[in-house]
């Protein structure tokens, strides 16, 4: 398997080298495009990335069965400016969307323009956060707003209504996309964007994936009591796993069901079965009564827990994707990529979250088939 050199920018001209090369085939002959497109999923928490501890066969597979890029960068590590760069194939600073709470400009061209005048259909569906809706570039869109919700989200279509539905949000998007492809136009290729809204904070796994990986005590990673010695703004930084990570938003300890917006939008049996999980961890957690490198390393593996079993059930959803491009023949001529909008820190140098340009931020997943 070939290994190659990319950034996001690269990923831009990659798939306008692509419509380059669709441009002299008939609509019949031109490969459709899906993309599967995550957040904050580190390219460390995959095995096709050398995780031997959690499994992403799906992720994996698309790797095994197509190209894996090793040293694939953004440039803006944040929801959505990274997005915005891929739409644009510009820097934040050119695109005008530099930092997240804005409203992203769409007078501008994206290159689903250029599908779109190809012949394509071409669909958003999931997270997309640019603060506004696509005024072209898309036939249809069915967008969380902003960041969106794990459980019973909203979602809001291209006829501007917003509807919230029952569930939870990665098998919602996988539901709702499958079911554009199973209404479209087939006499057109199609362009998809499966927009997820994991692996982001507050790391919300489905009910099905609680404790799946409670059996495993993750290794420290060998810098996670780096001491930033003689680099003042890592030492001044605001993502530690021990200062900023935060016991009852983040680790479920001590929920506020009531008055916590998180969770007040769980049904009675979704609370139930979130109840009885996170009771016991809060039990275990007052037994201990833990304190110094204790607390940051018991913290540190409610941590990866959560985050990883949100991501097991993003890779679920990409295998029933994959499964249903299988039954369908789609896969002989479909192109499948996934992706993160940056990477993320589990850990290293003592932190989460993405807020610092070091590798473990900028690089990201890329795999594509």
């Given amino acids: 398997m070939k290994k190659h050199t990319y950034n996001r920018l690269v990923q831009y001209w990659l798939i306008c080298a692509l419509l380059c090369c669709i441009s002299s085939l008939n609509a019949q002959q031109r490969p459709n495009i899906l993309v599967i497109f995550s957040d904050d999923h580190a390219y460390q928490a995959t095995g096709v990335y050398g995780n031997k501890l959690v499994a992403t066969p799906n992720i994996d597979r698309i790797g095994r069965e197509g190209a894996i890029l090793t040293n694939n960068f953004v440039t803006n590590s944040i929801c959505g400016p990274s997005r915005a760069t891929l739409l644009t194939g510009q820097y934040s600073h050119i695109n005008g969307y530099r930092f997240n709470e804005r409203k992203f400009d769409f007078n501008q061209p994206v290159f689903t323009d250029q599908l779109q005048q190809q012949g394509y259909q071409t669909a958003w569906i999931g997270k997309m956060h640019l603060g506004n809706l696509p005024t072209h570039g898309f036939n249809y869109y069915s967008l969380l707003p902003g960041q969106g919700d794990y459980y019973n989200p909203d979602f809001i279509n291209d006829k501007h209504d917003t509807v919230r539905y029952t569930g939870y949000v990665t098998d919602l998007i996988t539901q709702f996309s499958l079911g554009w492809l199973d209404k479209r136009d087939t006499s ?177 997943i890329f795999v594509m088939r």
Avoid: C
Avoid at 212 to 221: E, V
Avoid at 305 to 319: E, H, M, P, T, W
Avoid at 323 to 342: E, F, P
């Fill in 188 to 364: 057109k290729p199609f362009f998809l964007v499966v927009g997820e809204k994991a692996t982001h904070r507050e790391w919300l796994p489905s009910p099905e994936d609680l404790g799946a990986y409670d059996s495993i005590n993750f290794p420290l990673p060998a810098n996670f009591y780096d001491d930033y010695n003689n680099r003042q703004a890592a030492a001044d930084q605001d993502m530690t796993v021990d200062k900023t990570m935060r016991l009852t938003e983040d680790l479920k300890v001590h929920i506020d069901y009531e008055h916590t917006n998180i969770y007040n939008r769980f049904n009675d049996e979704q609370r139930k079965v979130f109840k009885n999980y996170y009771d016991k961890i809060t039990s275990e957690f007052d037994e201990k009564k833990l304190t110094g490198k204790a607390l940051v390393e018991w913290k540190y593996q409610r941590y990866l827990k959560d985050y990883y079993a949100v991501a097991k059930s993003l890779d679920r959803n990409i295998g029933e994707i994959l499964a249903y491009l299988d039954s369908t023949g789609l896969a002989k001529n479909t192109v499948v990529i996934y992706a993160s909008d940056q990477g993320f820190y589990l850990g290293e140098h003592g932190w989460f979250d993405k807020r610092f340009m070091y590798e473990e931020s900028l690089r990201s």
